[in-house]
C-alpha cells in the first residue's frame, strides 16, 4: 500500500464520518459499510490488517483518549460491575463461545476454538464509546460499558495466548495459564502506577505548551511499549496512566489543556475513523482465504457462532446484575437498585471491533511445520462476528432503548448542577478578587477592576441563562444571542482587520497578532454545546 492509498483511506473514512454527524445512524455503523462497499470496488487495493501495526500503534492512542475522557471516581464506584464483565464475562465468553463452536463445526479441535472464544470475547472501546456518546445513554450504563471495554482487551489478549500456546501444543496447564494472566494483569497495573507520577510531573514541569503535547501524544505508546518489555499487559498499564492524568489534568496549565483537547479531539476521530472502515475492507482477504467451505455451510456457522456470543452475554449480565445484590446486604446498600432494562441494554450492547480482527490476524500460518488448524475459518467467523454485532446491535439499539422507554440524560437537570457548582465557584472568586484588590499592590484604576467583575458576572449568569425564557422570534436563549451577537462583532472587527492587510496599512505579521487576538475572545464567549465533539 503506497502513500496515496493511505492518504485516500484517511481522507475517505474522514469524509464519511464527518457525514454521519448529520444522519441518526452512528458513525462506525456507516464506516463498516462503507468499507464492505468499497472492497469490492474496482481499483481499491487491499488493505491488509496488520496485527504488528494495529495492536501496538492503533490500540495505546485509543484506549488512551477513552480513559482520559473517563471518570475515575464513576469507574471506582462501579468497579464491581465493571470487573466481571471485562474479566469474568471476558473468560466466560471464551469458554462457552469456543465450546459451542467446537461441538457446531466438525473438525474444529477444541484448542482452536478457545483460539476463536478468545479472539471474540471483548466488546470493543471505541464502539461503545461512540455509540453510547451518540445515543445518549445514562451515565451510569455509558460509566460501565466504557470502563469494560478498557480493560476487556487485556483479558482477551491474555486468554488468546493461553489458547495459541494450548493449540500448538506448548501448554503448561491451567496453573501456567492462571500465572500468565495474573502477570499480564498484575505487571500492567504495576507498570501504569510506576510511570503515572513522573509523567505527570513531567507535565505540570514542562513549561512549553509544544512539548507538553508532544509528550501527551508519546505516553500511551511509552506506557504500551514499557508493560510489554517486561511481558505485561500493555492496555492495563496505557488505562492506569490515561486515568490518573484525566484525574489530574486541572493541574496542567490552560494552554496545554486547551492544545490537548484538540489535538487529541482530532487523532481519535481520524483513527477511530480509519478502524471502523479497515474493518469493512478485510472482506476480500477473508473470503480469499475461505477456501473449502461453501457458502451456505460458512453462513450457519457464521450465524451459530454470532448467536452464540449473543446468549453468552445475556447469560452472564443478568446474573451478574442481579445476584450479587441478593447475595451480599453491603453490596445491596452501597449500590443502587439495578432495573430490569439496564442488563438488557448493557447485554445488547457488547459490539466486537478492530480488536478482535487484529488478534485473529495474529495467529500463527504455519506452526512445527503444519497449519494452525482452521485458521482461515476462524478468521471468516470473527469477521463475520465483528461485522453482525456492529450492524445488527448497532442498528437496533437505538430502537430497544426507545422501546424500553430507558430515560436518557436529563440535560436540564445537569445544567442545573452545572450552574449551582458555577454559581459556588463564581462565589469563592469574587471573594478572592476583593481580598487582592484590598491590597494596595493590586490597585488598579476603577475600570479595569469593573472589567473583572463583568467578566465575573458574566461567567455566573451564563449558565443559569440557558435555563431561562427563550427569545419567541429566534428561539434562542439569552446566552446564544449573547454568543451570536459576539460573533457578529467580532466578526466585523476581523473584516477590518483584513482590509487594512489589503491595503498594506498593516503587515501579514500584525493581522496573524489582531486575528489571534480576536479568536481568543471569540472562544471565550463561544460555549460548545453539549454532546458535541
Not at 446474573?319 to 450479587?324: I, N, T
Not at 454559581?423 to 478578587?433: I, N, P, V, Y
Not at 441563562?465 to 449573547?482: F, H, K, M
Amino acid at each position: 500500500m503506497d502513500v496515496l492509498h493511505l492518504v485516500a483511506l484517511v481522507a475517505g473514512s474522514a469524509a464519511i464520518a464527518g457525514a454521519a454527524r448529520r444522519t441518526p445512524v452512528p458513525a462506525p455503523l456507516l464506516l463498516v459499510a462503507a468499507g464492505l462497499l468499497a472492497s469490492y470496488v474496482p481499483g481499491v487495493p487491499e488493505y491488509a490488517l496488520e496485527p504488528h501495526i494495529v495492536l501496538p500503534l492503533l490500540l495505546p492512542p485509543l484506549l488512551y483518549t477513552a480513559a482520559v475522557d473517563s471518570s475515575y471516581l464513576d469507574l471506582r464506584a462501579n468497579m464491581r460491575p465493571v470487573a466481571l464483565l471485562s474479566i469474568g464475562y471476558v473468560l466466560f465468553a471464551t469458554l462457552v463461545v469456543g465450546y459451542a463452536a467446537h461441538l457446531i463445526i466438525p473438525g474444529l479441535p477444541l484448542t482452536a476454538a478457545l483460539v476463536l472464544g478468545a479472539v471474540i470475547a471483548p466488546p470493543d472501546a471505541v464502539a461503545a464509546t461512540a455509540i453510547a456518546r451518540k445515543l445518549g445513554l445514562p451515565s451510569r450504563i455509558t460509566t460501565i460499558l466504557q470502563g469494560e471495554s478498557l480493560v476487556n482487551d487485556a483479558t482477551a489478549i491474555t486468554a488468546f495466548k493461553v489458547a495459541v500456546a494450548a493449540a500448538v501444543g506448548e501448554s503448561a496447564g491451567w496453573g501456567g495459564a492462571i500465572s500468565e494472566f495474573l502477570i499480564a494483569a498484575v505487571g500492567g497495573v504495576a507498570v501504569g502506577l510506576l510511570l503515572m507520577v513522573p509523567l505527570h510531573w513531567l507535565r505540570t514541569h514542562l513549561k512549553e505548551p509544544l512539548l507538553q503535547n508532544t509528550l501527551s501524544l508519546l505516553i500511551p505508546f511509552v506506557a504500551y511499549a514499557a508493560a510489554e518489555r517486561v511481558h505485561a499487559s500493555g492496555v492495563l498499564a496505557v488505562v492506569v496512566v490515561a486515568l490518573y492524568l484525566g484525574h489530574r489534568a486541572w493541574q496542567v496549565d490552560f494552554a496545554t489543556r486547551l492544545q490537548e483537547a484538540a489535538v487529541w479531539r482530532m487523532v481519535a476521530f481520524v483513527l477511530e475513523s480509519v478502524v471502523f472502515a479497515l474493518i469493512g475492507l478485510q472482506l476480500p482477504v477473508v473470503l480469499d482465504g475461505l477456501g473449502a467451505y461453501e457458502g451456505l455451510e460458512a453462513a450457519w456457522y457464521a450465524v451459530a457462532v454470532f448467536l452464540a456470543v449473543v446468549v453468552s452475554r445475556f447469560v452472564w449480565v443478568f446474573p451478574a446484575a442481579f445476584l450479587p445484590q441478593v447475595l451480599s446486604n453491603r453490596i445491596g446498600q452501597r449500590e443502587p437498585d439495578v432495573d430490569w432494562t439496564a442488563p438488557i441494554i448493557v447485554g445488547w450492547a457488547g459490539m466486537r471491533g478492530v480488536v478482535s480482527l487484529a488478534i485473529a490476524f495474529s495467529i500463527p500460518t504455519i506452526v512445527n511445520g503444519e497449519e494452525f488448524p482452521q485458521r482461515n475459518l476462524i478468521l471468516f467467523l470473527t469477521f463475520t462476528t465483528v461485522i453482525g454485532t456492529l450492524v445488527v446491535q448497532g442498528l437496533t439499539l437505538p430502537s430497544l432503548i426507545r422501546l424500553l422507554k430507558l430515560s436518557g440524560r436529563d440535560e436540564r437537570a445537569e445544567t442545573l448542577v452545572e450552574a449551582q457548582a458555577q454559581s459556588e465557584a463564581s462565589r469563592a472568586s469574587e471573594q478572592r478578587l476583593e481580598e487582592l484588590l484590598a491590597d494596595e499592590r493590586n490597585a488598579l484604576p476603577q475600570p479595569l477592576a469593573d472589567r473583572l467583575r463583568t467578566v465575573l458576572e458574566r461567567r455566573r449568569n451564563s449558565v443559569w441563562e440557558r435555563l431561562g425564557p427563550v427569545n419567541e422570534v429566534t428561539g434562542e436563549s439569552a446566552d446564544d444571542t449573547y454568543r451570536r451577537l459576539s460573533a457578529e462583532m467580532i466578526g466585523a472587527e476581523r473584516a477590518v482587520f483584513v482590509d487594512l492587510r489589503d491595503q498594506r496599512r498593516i503587515d501579514d505579521e500584525m493581522l496573524r497578532t489582531l486575528l489571534r487576538r480576536l479568536d481568543l475572545e471569540e472562544a471565550s464567549a463561544y460555549r460548545e454545546a453539549p454532546g458535541s465533539g
